[in-house]
T-cell receptor
Framework: NAGVTQTPKFQVLKTGQSMTLQCAQD?????MYWYRQDPGMGLRLIYY???????DKGEVPNGYNVSRLNKREFSLRLESAAPSQTSVYFC????????????FGSGTRLTVV | QKEVEQDPGPLSVPEGAIVSLNCTYS??????FMWYRQYSRKGPELLMY????GNKEDGRFTAQVDKSSKYISLFIRDSQPSDSATYLC????????????FGTGTRLKVLA
């Protein structure tokens, strides 16, 4: 069982470049999430998708867009990368909004120079 | 002041010790509490969750919630070197379903 798969694992971008982080889950979960993790800040929710066809902003959505492509896939796009977006990005999924069991991917380490 | 405070550590203990990891919080509306373990360069994995106050036990792990003190704890008995990781607490209220607030994590080192 793969669980939650994120690609790429590492990426270096120049300021102003764009990229899409990919996430796929094979657990038939309804809800999916994108978090960023920064030293001293904890995990912060960027966007989430309660179910296929819906997306909503989290705590720190500025500079990001998301697409829930289908039930399995939830992508995060940086349209014009900034150094402040240097972080580790985690995708997570859960059966439903009320399910405590978030399953996280292994993360994407992004550096913007 | 952060809504959730967690001592960053590192906390170093000898193998076999009882470990106590703690989080304090300021929002009295928090009702759901979770503990995650995160190994270096990996994603967090859910260890324990509790609702409201009380204790919950799972093997060597015990989660404890004291809502009157706004304080939660994770106890690890008979700690092992494989328990060396960062432990994150997370919590939310009854509204704002997706709005878990995560602590910054405590690094634990269990020395063989």
């Amino acid at each position: 069982n793969a669980g939650v798969t994120q690609t790429p694992k590492f990426q270096v971008l120049k300021t102003g470049q764009s990229m899409t982080l990919q996430c796929a889950q094979d657990m038939n979960h309804n809800s999916m999430y994108w978090y960023r993790q920064d030293p001293g800040m904890g995990l912060r929710l960027i966007y989430y998708s309660a179910s296929e066809g819906t997306t909503d902003k989290g705590e720190v959505p500025n500079g990001y867009n998301v697409s829930r492509l289908n039930k399995r896939e939830f992508s995060l796009r940086l349209e014009s990368a900034a150094p402040s977006q240097t972080s580790v990005y985690f995708c997570a999924s859960s059966e439903s909004a009320n399910n405590y069991g978030y399953t996280f991917g292994s993360g994407t380490r992004l550096t913007v120079v | 002041q952060k809504e959730v405070e967690q001592d960053p550590g590192p906390l170093s203990v000898p193998e076999g010790a009882i470990v106590s990891l703690n989080c304090t919080y300021s929002n009295s509306a928090f009702q759901y509490f979770m503990w995650y373990r995160q190994y270096s360069r990996k994603g967090p994995e859910l260890l324990m969750y509790t609702y409201s106050s009380g204790n919950k036990e799972d093997g060597r792990f015990t989660a404890q919630v004291d809502k009157s003190s706004k304080y939660i704890s994770l106890f690890i008995r008979d700690s092992q070197p494989s328990d060396s990781a960062t432990y994150l607490c997370a919590m939310r209220g009854t509204s704002g379903t997706y709005k878990y607030i995560f602590g910054t994590g405590t690094r634990l080192k269990v020395l063989a």
